[in-house]
């Protein structure tokens, strides 16, 4: 399953993977998943947001238990940020009717659509749709870098996107959601664990700086005459750093798009992206704050316009303790507790339905780099704790 899995969207020439929402690749995966529903029977569907859910048993029925995750990458993300959760889902449910176990419960298993937000933007497009936290009006106005729309390209891969919303009733069926997901953080490797679990996801969020000034010579302007906006965003960079280090929080910017681009010209704009994460939402507004102000300040000595803009925010989630606990409880008792500062879109769901993560230890806690990596006997126990946590959940 997995090495089926691995072929599709991986870039040869960097070992990273490029699968964005609503491309070939996006469409390889979902190929990919609906085979691996129909190879065991189970019933599938996309819905109107372009979330696949597979189905073991009616989940009319309701108080499903569901696990999976999602299959899209960042650019040039690793291998299992995503697919992990989805592969242990399908390969739990192997375990679980290998061992003959009676489902009392409708048990789904989802990929939720462009988690990731590397082509529109904004994260944990699939589930914030379906959980009504993402209007579809602004859904309809995501556009990609060639100005494309999510609805456009939804449609080009064969997804009418004239539905796409809120999907109460859906959600009202979901007794339960699991995600596991390799950890993107060496917390487990320092505990000796194989297996954890989440208690929090730091608040984070996405901003977008258009540093504007005026294009010009590079070679006969003179200083004094220039508007050049680059210092201004080199000057705004290393505010980021030093104001998350004086917070303990992080913040990064690593994404930037410099117009017209040439050597030899000044440039009349650079747009760069921010992402910004600290352990409380206090925190997260003192960093952020400081880092606009020390970009104003350096803007407005070079005469270069600002421009500031929240593009995606994740507020902070908890896990609920009851479901926490119990797959504490179903495996043992003695799997440790950790917080992430990665999102999740069990992150997204936990405001509608209770939720719970798994992580599986990662050896250099490297994600998002084609570097990431679990050992494949991690990976195995963290099949087999899903499995434990999906038996002891739906099969009692
Ligand atoms: O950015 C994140 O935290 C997640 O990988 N989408
Ligand atoms: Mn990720
Ligand atoms: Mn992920």
């Not at 491309?23 to 019933?43: N, V, Y």
């Not at 298993?109 to 009504?132: K, Q, W």
């Not at 005026?214 to 290393?238: K, Q, S």
Request: hydrophobic share 40%; glycine share 12%.
């Amino acid at each position: 399953m997995w090495r089926e899995l691995a072929a599709i969207g991986r870039e040869t020439s960097t070992g990273g993977y490029r699968r964005y929402a609503w491309t070939a690749a996006d469409t390889d995966c979902r190929s990919w998943f609906r085979d691996q529903a129909g190879a065991r029977g189970l019933s599938h569907e996309t819905d109107r947001n372009g979330n696949q859910w597979a189905w073991l048993g009616d989940p009319a029925a309701g108080d499903a238990v569901v696990t999976g995750s999602h299959l899209d990458s960042v650019p040039d993300g690793g291998a299992f940020d995503g697919p992990l959760g989805v592969v242990s889902a399908f390969a739990a449910l192997d375990e679980l009717r290998s061992r003959g176990a009676e489902f009392t419960r409708p048990l789904g298993i989802v990929n939720f659509g462009d988690e990731e937000g590397a082509r529109f933007g904004l994260a944990c497009v699939g589930s914030r749709l379906t959980s009504g936290q993402l209007t579809r009006e602004k859904a309809y106005a995501l556009t990609d870098a060639d100005g494309i729309t999510l609805p456009g390209a939804m449609e080009a891969a064969g997804h009418d996107p004239g539905a796409i919303g809120p999907d109460p009733g859906r959600l009202a069926r979901i007794g339960a959601f699991v995600e596991l997901h390799v950890e993107q953080g060496r917390a487990l490797d320092l505990s000796g664990d194989r297996v954890g679990i989440a208690s929090a996801i730091w608040p984070h969020g996405r901003w977008r700086f258009d540093f504007r000034g005026e294009a010009n010579h590079a070679g006969t302007t003179r200083l004094a005459d220039r508007r050049d906006p680059m210092p201004a965003y080199a000057e705004t960079v290393l505010a980021a750093r030093r104001a998350a280090e004086l917070a303990g929080a992080v913040a990064t910017f690593g994404k930037i798009a410099v117009e017209p681009n040439g050597v030899n010209a000044i440039p009349s704009l650079v747009r760069a992206w921010l992402d910004s994460r600290a352990a409380d939402r206090a925190t997260l507004d003192t960093v952020v704050a400081e880092i606009e102000r020390a970009a104003r300040d350096r803007a407005r000595s070079d005469g270069v316009d600002l421009s500031v803009v929240r593009e995606s925010f994740t507020p902070v989630v908890e896990f609920g303790h009851a479901l926490r606990d119990e797959l504490n409880r179903l495996l043992g008792g003695r799997v440790p507790v950790l917080a992430t500062g990665a999102g999740h879109d069990a992150g997204i769901l936990s405001a509608a339905v209770p939720t719970a993560m798994l992580f599986v230890r990662n050896p250099t806690g490297v994600s998002h780099s084609p570097a990431e990596f679990a050992a494949e006997d991690d990976c195995a126990a963290g099949v087999l704790a899903l499995a434990d946590v999906l038996e002891g959940l739906a099969c009692r």
